[in-house]
Structure formats: C-alpha cells, structure tokens
C-alpha cells in the first residue's frame, strides 16, 4: 500500500479508503490509485484485512450437494444471493456424514468465516451444532430444521406430504405407499407425518408394510420399490419423498415393465429440470430452491449484524405441479 501510496502521490489511507470504500474519494484521486495498482500488479491482503477488521466478508456452506440436484440448485440459489450482496462463499461437502459435517464447520471456521449455512445430517449427537453453539458461530440451518437456538428455513414439509397424499386419494387411490428418506433427518420425520395425516384424514388405515425406507438415494429406492411389488396386495400408487428416490422407483417400475401411471401411479417430493421431460412427465410437489437460498443469506447477514436478536424459524410453501404420473391429463 505504500508503493501505491507513493506512486500515485497519496497517503496510505487515502489507498485504503479508495480499496474498502471507507470513505468518498474524488474520482481523479481513485483513477490514480487505480493506475498505480494495475502497475505494481498489487493484491490486497484479504486476510490481513479480515484479521483487522475481525470480518472476512465471506460466508460459509457445509451441505451435501455433490450428490443431490435439490442441494446443488440450493448452494447455487445461495451463491447468487451471496454475489448480489457483494460477499464470498466457501463451500464444503458433507456427505451427509456426521464426522465430515464436523470437519466441514471446523473448517469453515478456522478459515474465518463471518457465518455458516447448515443443513444438518442425521447426527443423533448433533456434534456439528454443538460446535456451532459452543462458539458462537452466527449460523442458519437449511432444509433441515433441527434445533432451537438457531435461525431456520425450510420448507412446510407436512402439509406439502398431506397434499400429496391428497391429491392421490381424490384419484381414487386406497393403497398409497411411501418411500420415506434417511432416518433422524426432520424432514423424513414430516413427510411421514403428512402421509399418514392424508391417510387418517380420509379414514383409510395406516398400514405398515406401506411405509419403506429409501435412505435419500436412488439405489435404496430402487429396492424399496422392488419390495413393495413383492406384497400380496401392492400399492396402487407411491410417493417418493425426494427427487433421487423418485429416480429409483421410476427405475424398479421400468425393471418390472410396470406402467405409469396405468398401474401404478407415482409422484415425488421436490422437481428437477428433467421431471416435465420424463415419460410420464412426473407430478410432484417443488420446493421454492431460489427463494430458499436468498433467505437463508439475508437470515445469516441479519444474524452476523445483531448476534443477539431473536432467533427465527421460516417455512415456505412448495408448490403441486400436476403432471400425468399421477394420472391426470
């Protein structure tokens, strides 16, 4: 900064006010400190600067989005809201693995970030919120809404279920299955709740063998799928309660030259890009991915901003796109 300083004949803080915005410059004074930057080829030291001014301007993501389209196209919902407000973000994969989720946010933090975005796993432990908590971390949790003590967004996840369900029953369906997701995550716990709510609601009984675990991926699904064909008295219709278990149903239905949605019907929670060009074009119920990510960015801001306000719990509504795997149109 001196070397700059120098050659562009102007003091040190007049070249920091002109590189963090500090203060208004005349726009020849910013034009010259401009020049002389672009001909020492100088690069401010972010992280001396963040040490400085105890803000790095950059935010941390720990969620497992490599392997599932809903979480990528929320990390990039994210990053956008990030670059609107002029902020970086570092992301780390969980995996949906405890331990991982733990090194994630040890990390994130160790690199100073101002704040951390969560969505946490099925940790019975809850180790990474700990972490959070014990050092006082500004952090929102994402999709999944665990804890109390912390900033939430996420999605109504009962309802949605119920409307689902719902939606299948007017269709004349009485033997509606569910292909629920990983165990201990909240989400899995709500889809469950709407599902056997729309059953209840329409005085059809709860049965058991209905309900199968596709841990949140394809290939489980696939064989929960498998099973549930096995039954004595098979469903008429299933919702699978993501969009990997979705892929997996559709991909055990096509294994069993069954037809959708002439035998059996099928709809899933979340949409993805490709759902309107599958054959059948799936129905199911979106989740508002964009307006998920913005929110979570302006939360975490708002909390770095006034560490000690109250904590806030936001639901979104998803959205029933109505396609013909159902059986409609």
Excluded at 147 to 154: I, K, R
Excluded at 205 to 216: K, Q
Excluded at 296 to 319: H, N, S, Y
Aim: charged content about 25%; glycine content about 6%.
């Amino acid at each position: 900064m001196d070397d700059v300083a120098r050659i562009a004949k102007v003091s040190t803080s007049t070249v920091s006010h002109v590189l963090n915005g500090t203060r208004k410059v005349r726009p020849a004074t910013v034009r010259a400190v401009e020049a002389a930057i672009q001909e020492l080829g100088y690069i401010p030291n972010t992280l001396a600067r963040s040490l400085a001014r105890s803000t790095s301007n950059t935010i941390g993501v720990a969620i497992s989005a490599l392997s599932n389209h809903y979480f990528s196209e929320t990390v990039h919902a994210i990053e956008t809201e990030c670059a609107r407000h002029g902020i970086m973000m570092l992301y780390v994969d969980t995996r949906d693995d405890p331990e991982q989720e733990l090194r994630a946010v040890k990390a994130l933090h160790h690199r100073r970030v101002d704040g951390i975005l969560l969505a946490p796993s099925a940790d019975p432990q809850h180790l990474a919120l700990e972490y959070l908590r014990a050092n006082d971390i500004p952090a929102v949790l994402v999709d999944r809404l665990v804890a109390q003590g912390f900033d939430q967004v996420g999605v109504e996840n009962k309802k949605s279920s119920q409307q689902l369900v719902r939606h299948l029953i007017e269709h004349g369906h009485r033997r509606i299955a569910l292909i629920a997701g990983s165990a201990g995550l909240t989400t899995t716990d709500e889809r469950i709740d709407g599902y056997r709510a729309a059953l209840a609601a329409a005085g059809l009984p709860f049965d058991e063998a209905l309900l199968v675990n596709g841990e949140s991926s394809s290939e489980p699904a696939r064989s929960a799928t498998r099973h549930l064909l096995t039954l004595e008295a098979p469903p008429t219709a299933i919702m699978a309660a993501n969009n990997l278990m979705t892929i997996g149903a559709m991909h055990a239905l096509r294994d069993a030259r069954i037809d959708v949605p002439e035998q059996i019907a099928l709809v899933g929670f979340d949409d993805f890009d490709w759902a309107d060009f599958f054959v059948p074009r799936l129905t199911v119920m979106a989740q508002p991915v964009k307006e998920l990510g913005m929110r979570a960015v302006k939360l975490l801001l708002k909390r770095i901003e006034e560490p000690d306000g109250k904590k806030q719990t936001v639901r979104l509504a998803p959205t029933l796109r109505v396609r013909n795997s159902c059986g409609c149109l």
